[in-house]
Structures are given as C-alpha cells and as structure tokens.
C-alpha cells in the first residue's frame, strides 16, 4: 500500500497500520484492552511519536490510542477530509453596519492540518462567512491581514502599526473594528490600544479563541459572532477584549482593555474583568450593560492617535532572597523603566534597596504592583514601603502589573516624543515628572478609586455553600 495511506505514521505506528491494513483518513474499529474505539484515522504531525494511532471518534474529539493496547483494527470505509475552508461571497446589506476585521495571526476561525499539526485559518470575508454564515446578519465584513504572528511574538512595532491602522479606518468611516488575536497576550494588546487609541467614536474590540474550529467545544464562532454584533451594533466605544462568559455559550463578556486578564490556559471563560465588573454581557441580537459609565459610540471622526512606545521596559517578579544583582543587571544593560510585581501592599526585601538607590540615581522608572493581582498597593503602611518610596518607587494603585508594564513604555515613548518635538531632550527630574504624571493619571479606570465589592469573587470548592451555587451552572 503507497505510503501516501499513512500520513505522518512511521515506525512502530505504521507498523500496525500496515498489519491491519487501515489507511489514514479510513472509517476504522479499533479494539484494544480498554475497550473499542470508532472513527476516523488522522495523520499524524511528522515530529510526533511512534507509538499513538490517532483517531476522530464519533463525537468530535481526537483520541491517541496507545498501540501496546490494541488487539485489532478493522477499516469499515474511507473517505479522505477535505479541511480547506469552503469560501463563498459575503452578501452586503444596506442595512447593517460596516465592520473591519484586522488580522494579527490569530486563529480565530480555523481549521488543523493534522499531517503538519498547523492551523489553517480563515480570514477573508468569504473564508469567514464560509465558516461562520451567521455574521452576515450581523454587518457588512471586511478584512485586512496586519500581519502575521504567533500572539507571543506581538509587540511594541505591532502595537504601533495596529494604532496608526485603527486611526485610518476610523477617518475612512468605519462603524466598528474587530481585531482577530491568539489569546496569551491579548490582554497585554488590550491595555497597549487603549493607551494608544483615545476617545474612539467606534467599539474597538479584540477577539480570540481557546480551542480550534474543528473541536466540537470551540468558542471560536460564537466569539466572532459575538464581538462583530458588538462592533457593529453597540455603545461601547471603547477598546474591548470579547470572550466567553460561562464556560457554557450562553453569552461573552465584554472587558475593558485596562482591566482583563487571562485567567486559565485552557478553559474558554479564561478572559476576567480584575478589580472590577465587566463593561457587558453580548449574545446574538442583545448587548446587556453592566457598567453604567462608559464612552459611548459618536458619529464624529475624532480619536486621539498616540503610537509611541519605549522598549527599554521590563517587570520583575519579585521573590524572597532576590538579590541585588537581578536589578543591577537592568540599570547596566539601560533600562529606563521597571515594573516591580511586590508582595503584600508592595514589598520586597532589603536587599534590594542599594539596587533601587542606583536606579533612582540613574534616572530609571520604578513603580510598584501587586502579585495579588486584585487590590491597591499601600507602601506607606510599614516601613518597608515608606523606605522604598523614599529610594524612587512610586506605587502604581490597582493597575494590574501587565497593564502598568505597556502603560509604562507607552508613557516613556510619548515624553521621548515630546523630547523630538522641542529638539531638546528634558533633565532627569523633568522627564521623571511627566511619565509620573502619565502613569498617574487615568486613560480608563486602569487605576480605579475604588474596588466594587463583586470586583473580588474568588471561591474554593467544597464547601457546601459554593457546591450548590456550582451545581446550578454545572449540570
């Protein structure tokens, strides 16, 4: 049998293919000593192991069948899958709003080659309505590919380049901007955007999926569905990041781009709102608010594009017994900014003070955050904290510590502009006053007056009370 059969198997693997005579693609029973398994037969990623048969079984889901279990194999048909995205013309409708879609790399709507183990997405206007016809009732798509990479490979250049972007869209007339983006670091996107794009007459809203097209439990449809019914149709002109809200698909949530964290690496309500509530709930056809204060949508093409940013910025997480040479090693390498993510009310250790006196010297940029993630740093409370303001660190309220990281560079890139305006660059006390000013002043409750009391819910299984609020959800 041509090896064009068996895709990606090899060795010990293409050994029992060929023993039972199943074909990659073929419709097979799978006995083992675990039980029969029935489905399709997948290729395998040509940098994977020797000893799984991989198999689509009825439901959806992808298995690895152990081949030490099997006890025999039997092909009951073939037919080879087709995983190009069937692509068909979107319709245009006078009566829906415009909407542009702005690719990052993202895979949003995709499909797996399971040969390579790469994801095909879909990202022209036909690509998407092919995979989700539903969002041509909802507004006229277009879309436009940025560019392409991996969510952790985003920056500063991209920030920039997707700022400048949004700016020209919203001078060309568009009535909502939708950003497709892996999610490990939308929310660091989130935050840079809404320093970078101020006062929006649009929704600006970043979407991303957990789990890929071709699994039964994807959120990727009903995340497009939801985020470009909120670009197209609603209020909140902002920028937002639009996930799933329970872990069923019951609604998404809309978060504000200074407050959203992702919250677990595997599930699809992995997207909270810290510190506070979420701006709205969106499902098809209904955005229900939450938060009464918000910049609502205008028909004016004003924003303020601001798309600067210094990469000389870093965090550091603070640990107990860090030494002084971690510190060090930043002020000699030039960095002008450091977020420090402290314990407690915002602490670290003494050693670390000689390190923090030579960066005050130096002129470099020392705020404080928390590893609490919620609440407000306090460093005038003991004297650990007071010594450290006293030695240059400026304590950065409740801004989440990604959040106080991008806003940091940010604020040091638009003072560097300000410096190439008036030809002459600032004194280290001027120049540590305005990022200070910038940093300490909100674009949009990244720092908050105050914690609501349902900005902080936390709860531990077990106990009788949270099983039963549990149990309504989780049936």
């Not at 995205?85 to 006078?94: G, R, V």
């Not at 999610?183 to 991303?208: E, R």
């Not at 990244?446 to 299984?461: A, C, D, F, M, S």
Request: charged share 25%; proline share 4%; aromatic share 10%.
């Amino acid at each position: 049998m041509s090896t064009d059969f068996f895709q990606g198997y090899k060795g010990r693997g293409l050994e029992i293919l060929k023993k039972y005579n199943v074909r990659v693609w073929g419709q097979a029973e799978v006995m083992t000593s675990r039980g029969t398994f029935k489905g399709t037969i997948l290729p395998r990623a040509e940098n994977d192991d020797d000893f799984h048969i991989v198999m689509k079984i009825v439901t959806g889901y992808n298995v690895g069948i152990d081949i030490h279990t099997i006890t025999d194999m039997k092909e009951v048909g073939y037919k080879k899958a087709n995983y190009k995205i069937p692509e068909k013309d979107f319709p245009y409708s006078e009566n829906l709003p415009s909407v542009k879609l702005l690719g990052t790399g993202g895979t949003i709507a995709s499909r797996l080659d399971y040969r390579t183990g790469a994801v095909i997405p879909a990202f022209s206007p036909g690509e998407l309505y092919g995979a989700v016809p539903e969002l041509a009732d909802i507004c006229n798509l277009t879309t436009e590919k940025v560019f392409a990479v991996f969510s952790e490979n985003m920056g500063p250049d991209q920030y920039k380049q997707l700022a400048i972007r949004i700016g020209k869209e919203i001078e060309n007339g568009i009535e909502g901007i939708v950003i497709g983006h892996g999610t490990d670091t939308l929310h660091h996107t989130a935050a840079a955007l809404s320093f970078m794009v101020q006062n929006s007459p649009i929704p600006i809203i970043l979407v991303g999926s957990q789990r890929s097209s071709d699994r039964p439990s994807s959120d990727a449809a009903l995340n497009l569905i939801h985020a470009n019914y909120a670009a197209g149709h609603g209020d909140i002109a902002e920028v937002m990041v639009c996930m799933f809200g329970p872990t069923s698909d019951e609604y998404g949530f809309l978060h504000r781009g200074t407050r959203v964290r992702k919250m677990h690496s595997s599930y699809r309500s992995t997207f909270r709102t810290i510190g506070d509530t979420p701006l709205a709930t969106v499902k098809r056809g209904e955005i229900k608010h939450i938060k009464p204060i918000y910049n609502h949508r205008r028909k004016d093409r004003n924003v303020l594009i601001q798309p600067y940013f210094s990469e000389k910025v870093t965090m550091v997480y603070y640990y107990p017994h860090m030494k002084a040479d971690i510190l060090d090693s930043l002020i000699d390498n030039g960095y002008e900014g450091i977020i420090i993510v402290g314990t407690g009310l915002g602490h670290v250790n003494k050693e670390l003070y000689p390190a923090l006196e030579r960066a005050k010297e130096k002129g470099v940029h020392v705020y404080m955050t928390l590893q609490t993630i919620w609440g407000y740093v306090h460093m005038f409370v003991y004297d650990t904290g007071r010594d450290m303001m006293a030695k240059g660190v400026i304590p950065a309220g409740n801004m989440l510590p990604e959040v106080a990281f991008v806003k940091l560079g940010w604020a040091l890139g638009m003072v560097e502009h300000d410096e190439e305006i008036n030809g002459t660059p600032f004194s280290k006390e001027e120049k540590h006053q305005r990022v200070k000013e910038l940093m300490l002043k909100s674009v949009n409750d990244e720092i908050t007056e105050r914690e609501p009391y349902n900005g902080y819910l936390v709860y531990q299984g077990g106990v009788d009370e949270v099983e039963e609020f549990v149990r309504k959800f989780r049936k």
